[in-house]
């Protein structure tokens, strides 16, 4: 006969299951960030801890919540792999009720989970109205506004290293060309490796402040070409030569900056974020603005609740 596993071994292959899959992705986070840039290496420590952290807190809540239910012997609500256990409690209210006794001890236990639910629910509400005044959602609100005003808007790109060339790659793809991220890291480090002299100047150690040597530079163009490296400004450059496009980069707080203006064709867009995901930078694509009243709400909402005006926003018109 099979044997059944337990609540709290079903827990513990969950717990490891979370911890192998928090590991891989902690190290998809350290391959997008090159071990050079101190800065971001820095920030990308603090939401590594912060990953951990929230996880161990909830694994110890987990085994406190399944310790205490089986501490008094009696089937009660287990929380295992998200999904709720519902023991069968009837009889223990109904012999209850006949005594005279007050709530029994279901009813209780329902009742708290039901008042730290809605604490649960109270706490998103309040973290949500702190949201309206961050900078992630002002910085979002502004380049709305730009956009709008061009009849576009953002298009989301991934987070996962590749944001500047996915944003590039589905902009071509807007067009009808067809490079793909692969091919635009490869050409873009070739480009670098054969225009020596227009990229290796602006490349320093961060350690030393010395300017990189030739195996520094032919590491970082293979890093360009094969990682995850996150792209700058150099590889917008390379990017710009290799396309023979030029490329608008639109940001909130800042002009638009135009890379590669000898080119007369209509540029390229990307957006610019500085505060859209907790290590930082990120690019965005943009696509035609879908007039819907869906969208409209969304953007009315936006409006509203940073405290401004609808129609001094274009609230209307979006």
Known sequence: MEEVESAEEILTKQHRKEKK????????MKNAVPKNDKKRRKQLAEDIAKLETELNQKHEEELKLLNSSSAGGEKVEEV????????????????EAKQGRGPSKAQKRRDKKAAAEKERESRIAEAEVENLSGLRHQEGLKLAQKLAAR??????????GHCMYRAVEDQLAQRGL??????????T???????????LPFLTSSATGDLYSSDEFEKYCSDVEDTAAWGGQLELRALTQVLQLSIEVIQADSPDIIIGEEFDKPPITL???????????????????KRTAEAVADFNEMVVGAGMDVEEHHGRDF
């Open 189 to 199: 480090a070739q480009h670098m490796r054969s225009h020596v002299d227009n990229f």
């Open 21 to 28: 899959d928090l590991q891989a992705k902690i190290q998809g």
């Open 151 to 160: 009849q576009l808007q953002i298009k989301e790109i991934s987070s996962d």
């Open 178 to 187: 067809g490079l793909n991220l692969k091919e635009l890291r490869a050409q």
């Open 271 to 289: 957006i610019y974020m500085r505060h859209a995901y907790g290590l930082g930078e990120h690019y965005n694509s943009v696509q035609p603005l």
């Open 80 to 95: 295992v792999n998200g999904v709720d256990f519902l023991a069968l409690e009837g009889e223990e209210e109904l012999r």
